[in-house]
């Protein structure tokens, strides 16, 4: 684009009167760069134009191109353009506008970074889904001061938002349930799901290589969306969801008190079909709205199936008969309907969270 605004500037200038040599020291350019582009015919002018109003147009579009490149590294030209079109209605391009600016892209993205991240995708619906964490403290519920713990859905075009929230700390079965509940609530998956470095996603990251939650990533693939995890410090990528969460801190739950837990929820659903339908303040849009007429038909059918149970098998640990199990040189008390039986158990944090192995339900924390 730089260079079709020097050729219109250099053709204005021309037009003026001005010498070559004028011309290219008003612009302080080469003298043959004049020459070059005061020599093109109308016709090459005009074709000019077109591939630069090209290049601009998937300009739009590079963070998504990054997206696919990273995804499928050797992916060609027309491919491209075909999962380009299968996302942005009415998207088209000639085969060597692609093939030049795909090649260009190759060559500037190290594709072989895994941690590489681009801006949010919030132009193209159905692509990116931001979540983070976020806990309050002191909620009043039945008289308590209790701490809330919830993640914050964000679909990056729409807007809309889902929260969800536990009196628990969130641990990996709870963390599952929770997008569950959020894919359902929407009507469908996005290509992808943004987060921090949570250990609930990321266990470690060595040389920029990530090691990932492995229970979580199986329902990933099984649910069939891409898990990114943002580098440490870079609110940019998540932008979206960050303000999400400060969002539900000082409305959902400011100077809110409830007579149960089950009030709370309630109050949450609730307040997500106002949240949902209000004018969003950055897009204008009304985000309920968006997520029906354009960005739903564009989400994938979330086709996990109820109570969706991990293949790869929890931590086991076998209870004595005084209904104790041990856990790094620790003893830990389970309900008496376990002693002498094996169970699950999962550390997370300073918790350790204990489950019955046939139904993968949560009997102690």
């Given at each position: 684009?730089?260079?079709?605004?020097?050729?219109?500037?250099?053709?204005?200038?021309?037009?003026?009167?001005?010498?070559?040599?004028?011309?290219?020291?008003?612009?302080?350019i080469?003298?043959?760069?004049?020459?070059?582009?005061?020599?093109?015919?109308?016709?090459?002018?005009?074709?000019?134009?077109?591939?630069?109003?090209?290049?601009?147009?998937l300009?739009?579009?590079?963070?998504?191109?990054?997206?696919?490149?990273?995804?499928?590294?050797?992916?060609?030209?027309?491919?491209?353009?075909?999962k380009?079109?299968?996302?942005?209605?009415?998207?088209?391009?000639?085969?060597?506008?692609?093939?030049?600016?795909?090649?260009?892209?190759?060559?500037t993205?190290?594709?072989?970074?895994?941690?590489?991240?681009?801006?949010?995708?919030?132009?193209?619906?159905?692509?990116?889904?931001?979540?983070?964490?976020?806990?309050?403290?002191?909620?009043?519920?039945?008289?308590?001061?209790?701490?809330?713990?919830?993640?914050?859905?964000?679909?990056?075009?729409?807007?809309?938002?889902?929260?969800?929230?536990?009196?628990?700390?969130?641990?990996?079965?709870?963390f599952?349930?929770?997008?569950?509940?959020?894919?359902?609530?929407?009507?469908?998956?996005?290509?992808?799901?943004?987060?921090?470095?949570?250990?609930?996603v990321?266990?470690?990251?060595?040389?920029?290589?990530?090691?990932?939650?492995?229970?979580?990533?199986?329902?990933?693939?099984?649910?069939?969306?891409?898990?990114?995890?943002c580098?440490?410090?870079?609110?940019?990528?998540?932008?979206?969801?960050?303000?999400?969460?400060?969002?539900?801190?000082?409305n959902c739950?400011?100077?809110?008190?409830?007579?149960?837990?089950?009030?709370?929820?309630?109050?949450?659903?609730?307040w997500?079909?106002?949240?949902?339908?209000?004018?969003?303040?950055?897009?204008?849009k009304?985000?309920?709205?968006?997520?029906?007429?354009?960005?739903?038909k564009?989400?994938k059918?979330?086709?996990?199936?109820?109570?969706?149970?991990?293949?790869?098998?929890?931590?086991?640990?076998?209870?004595?008969?005084?209904?104790?199990?041990?856990?790094?040189?620790?003893?830990?008390?389970?309900?008496?309907s376990?002693?002498?039986?094996?169970?699950?158990?999962?550390?997370?944090?300073?918790?350790?969270?204990?489950?019955?192995?046939?139904?993968?339900?949560?009997?102690?924390?």
């Open positions: 684009m730089m260079e079709w605004n020097m050729i219109h500037q250099i053709k204005i200038l021309q037009s003026q009167g001005l010498t070559k040599r004028a011309i290219a020291q008003q612009l302080k080469h003298r043959k760069t004049v020459d070059k582009y005061t020599q093109m015919s109308e016709e090459a002018i005009c074709k000019y134009k077109r591939d630069a109003d090209r290049v601009k147009k300009d739009e579009y590079r963070a998504l191109m990054i997206y696919f490149l990273q995804k499928y590294p050797k992916i060609s030209a027309p491919r491209m353009t075909d380009l079109a299968e996302k942005i209605d009415g998207f088209e391009c000639p085969g060597r506008s692609m093939r030049r600016y795909l090649g260009n892209l190759k060559r993205v190290c594709t072989k970074q895994k941690r590489y991240y681009e801006p949010v995708i919030d132009m193209v619906a159905g692509i990116q889904c931001q979540i983070d964490a976020g806990e309050l403290r002191k909620v009043l519920i039945n008289g308590s001061e209790t701490t809330v713990y919830f993640l914050v859905f964000v679909l990056s075009f729409s807007r809309a938002m889902y929260v969800a929230a536990s009196l628990k700390p969130i641990n990996t079965n709870i599952i349930r929770m997008h569950d509940v959020a894919f359902r609530y929407f009507g469908g998956i996005p290509e992808e799901c943004v987060y921090d470095q949570t250990k609930l990321v266990i470690d990251e060595i040389a920029r290589e990530i090691t990932v939650n492995q229970r979580f990533n199986e329902y990933a693939t099984v649910a069939g969306f891409d898990i990114h995890s580098r440490g410090y870079d609110p940019e990528s998540k932008g979206k969801v960050e303000a999400g969460v400060k969002y539900v801190k000082n739950f400011y100077a809110q008190e409830f007579d149960t837990e089950q009030a709370m929820y309630e109050y949450i659903e609730n997500l079909t106002k949240a949902n339908n209000r004018i969003h303040g950055t897009t204008g009304v985000p309920k709205e968006v997520l029906a007429n354009q960005e739903l564009h989400l059918a979330y086709l996990v199936p109820d109570g969706w149970k991990s293949s790869k098998p929890l931590l086991t640990r076998k209870a004595d008969k005084t209904s104790l199990i041990s856990w790094n040189g620790n003893k830990y008390s389970i309900p008496d376990y002693q002498d039986s094996n169970v699950g158990i999962e550390p997370s944090g300073n918790h350790l969270y204990v489950y019955d192995l046939e139904t993968n339900s949560e009997i102690a924390q």
